[in-house]
């Protein structure tokens, strides 16, 4: 599986946007980009995925490097609620598992 | 909604012990899945299953078996519990509908071994 390299960790003042990124230098063109949050005591969440092209949802925006080799979630406006620790996975469409391969992620922390 | 539910939330085994996790998800999804979750670090793909009656070994599958006799239960066993096993174990589960549905887990099991 390739890998992903993401900073351990991050802080952003509330109501700012956060950029957090992701490098996956080795990512093969099969493999979509995929991310998750865990909140403190939960299990993790999906937030968003993407292939090629730029993708937005309700939670967040995902920016995909032209060669793909790296990423950066966006959260547009940052609350207390979206602390949490964000993975960055990749996913090879070609796997019928569907399994998920979890890094270490960035932790992220929200200053009021 | 319940989704994925996780049994029990907290336990404490003596060493050589053994344990059966329950995970439960009222989904009508087809994979299910198993990690666990060692502090600081993120979540190890233990085992998993593609649907009822068959199973599967993740990355860190020694020390633990699975069963998946109903589709909506996943069971993960540890028969000799060791301390090396003290973690936070969490289960998912996934629609078979589609290439990229999301894993959506539960909350998580907290087991102490000592």
């Known amino acids: 599986d390739a890998k992903t390299t993401q900073p351990n960790s991050m802080e952003s003042n509330e109501e700012e946007p956060v950029h957090l990124p992701c490098n996956h230098s080795?990512?093969?063109?099969?493999?979509?980009i995929h991310w998750y949050r865990q909140l403190p005591s939960q299990g993790p969440e999906y937030v968003i995925h993407g292939l090629t092209s730029n993708v937005n949802n309700r939670m967040a925006s995902l920016a995909i490097a032209e060669d793909r080799k790296s990423s950066t979630l966006i959260l547009h406006r940052a609350t207390l609620r979206d602390a949490a620790v964000y993975y960055c996975i990749l996913r090879d469409w070609g796997d019928s598992s569907y399994k998920l391969i979890f890094g270490s992620g960035t932790r992220l922390l929200v200053r009021p | 909604n319940a989704g994925v539910t996780q049994t029990p939330k907290f336990r404490v085994l003596k060493t050589g012990q053994s344990m059966t996790l329950l995970c439960a998800q009222d989904m009508n999804h087809e994979y299910m899945y198993w990690y666990r979750q060692d502090p600081g670090m993120g979540l190890r793909l233990i085992h998993y299953?593609?649907?009822?009656?068959?199973?599967a070994k993740g990355e860190v599958p020694d020390g633990y078996n699975v069963s998946r006799l109903k589709k909506q239960n996943f069971l993960l066993g540890l028969e000799s519990a060791a301390p090396s096993q003290t973690s936070v174990y969490f289960c998912?589960?996934?629609?078979?509908?589609?290439?990229?549905?999301?894993?959506?887990f539960g909350d998580g099991t907290r087991l102490s071994i000592l």
């Open positions: 080795t990512i093969s063109g099969t493999d979509y």
């Open positions: 299953s593609v649907g009822e009656g068959t199973t």
């Open positions: 998912a589960s996934r629609t078979g509908q589609g290439d990229n549905q999301p894993q959506h």
